[in-house]
């Protein structure tokens, strides 16, 4: 359970992943996260500039999800 806690609060403050309550992004980035950013305070910036410095070393899927994530909400997080 505290895996899924930090992935709430990681996603609740996340542009990039799902600052935005996106069950999507909520399952497909929060290996992303432990793997290239669990360095990164969740609760700060620091999380959406880490997703944008490693966006190439994302999976595929954590990629797919941001880009449906942002074509559905208009967004532009692919341009970071």
Avoid: W
């Amino acid at each position: 359970m505290p895996a899924a806690a930090a992935l709430l609060t990681l996603l609740a403050v996340t542009p990039a992943l799902a600052q935005r309550d996106d069950q999507g992004l909520q399952m497909n980035c929060a290996g992303d996260y432990f793997k290239l950013c669990a360095g990164a305070d969740p609760d700060s910036p620091e999380v959406e500039r880490c997703f944008a410095r490693n966006r190439a070393k994302l999976s595929a899927q954590c990629r797919a999800a941001i880009t449906a994530y942002d074509r559905k909400t208009g967004s532009k997080g692919d341009e970071q």
